[in-house]
């Protein structure tokens, strides 16, 4: 069975609230093991750059609450090229680490299969950190729930000042592929519709849907955008839709990178600490090219190359029929 005595953490893509109780889960599960560990700054291209230090388990001390990550991140586009991934593990053999733990998204991910194929004597286990929820083998990904929650937050005050003024808000949110953070918010705000990547919105349906909220007598209306829907961009869309329905006041914002930051919910916090004890362990047991997930409420592993080649998950269409019906 393959042994490991150093290990590398690094976070790697978007930043996820929840990153930093791994990264705390990781260097003291692996310490209490008797293993080495190294922090990698900016993801991928600290591995290049050669950036690195040693860690101890005070080097993680009071940072289950810190939004961002202490390691830093980055999207690396060196380390796509085999120029970028020879230095990356020509670093690693320097220091000695023999497995590495990278947490972040389908990108990190990507990265992270091509390179252990390349250099298979380097054990790496991935954890699913992006606010996106949009991986294979994990119910729930670092970040989602915290992201969620605060963009409730905010349309729930935007519901405040629509209803005061009778108008109607178009909401962007963050999700280039997924409608993950769309659709719960949609759930949790009553959305008067939700347009999602995964689905595209027929536009007139959209314009009568808004029509008859007026003569429902609604006050305001909310239509929450994600950022990949096919008609484009929250703009966009309301700009097509104010020329139809005259009667609204139609205002739009967008959310943008806030939410990504803000200190992890419980659930990431507890997320972030069994994923990261989780993946430490896998690597002890003497796995590679894996991912830790959490399904059932139990830990699962699934390979990389699952995680990756499945991320084409199902739209809830269920969920998105019962928003549909809680908001007439
Ligand atoms: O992958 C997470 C995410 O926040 C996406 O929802 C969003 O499309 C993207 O990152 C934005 O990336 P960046 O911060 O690099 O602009």
Do not use: W
């Amino acid at each position: 069975m393959r042994k490991i005595s150093k290990l590398g953490v690094l976070t790697s893509g978007g930043d996820a609230p929840g990153m930093n109780p791994c990264i705390r889960s990781v260097v003291r599960t692996a310490i209490y093991n008797g293993l080495q560990v190294v922090g990698i700054r900016r993801g991928y291209q600290g591995l290049i750059e050669d950036d690195m230090y040693d860690m101890n388990t005070r080097s993680v001390s009071n940072i289950l609450d810190l939004g961002g990550t202490i390691l830093k991140t980055a999207r690396c586009l060196p380390f796509r090229t085999d120029e970028g991934m020879e230095t990356a593990y020509q670093n690693l053999k320097k220091h000695e680490i023999d497995a590495i733990v990278v947490i972040g998204g389908d990108g990190t991910f990507t990265g992270a299969l091509r390179f252990s194929q390349k250099y298979p004597d380097i054990a790496v286990l991935g954890v699913p950190g992006t606010i996106d929820n949009d991986l294979y083998g994990s119910t729930y990904t670092l970040g989602f729930d915290t992201a969620t929650n605060t963009v409730i937050e905010a349309i729930d005050k935007i519901r405040d000042t629509a209803d005061a003024h009778d108008r109607l808000f178009f909401i962007e949110v963050m999700g280039r592929d997924s409608g993950a953070i769309a659709l719960r918010a949609g759930i949790s705000c009553g959305a008067e519709a939700i347009l999602l990547p995964e689905k595209e919105t027929a536009i007139e349906n959209l314009i009568e849907n808004l029509k008859g909220g007026q003569y429902n007598k609604k006050s305001s209306s909310i239509v929450i955008v994600a950022e990949g829907d096919k008609h484009g961009g929250a703009y966009d869309i309301a700009k097509i839709v104010q020329k139809e329905v005259k009667f609204y006041d139609v205002k739009v914002t967008i959310l943008g990178h806030l939410q990504r930051g803000g200190s992890p919910s419980a659930f990431d916090r507890i997320l972030g600490s069994r994923l990261g004890y989780a993946a430490v362990n896998a690597l002890i047991a003497g796995k590679s090219q894996m991912m830790v997930g959490l399904e059932a409420n139990h830990i699962k592993i699934t390979s990389l190359e699952e995680a990756l080649n499945q991320h084409d998950f199902k739209l809830e269409e269920d969920l998105l029929q019962m928003a549909e019906i809680l908001s007439i």
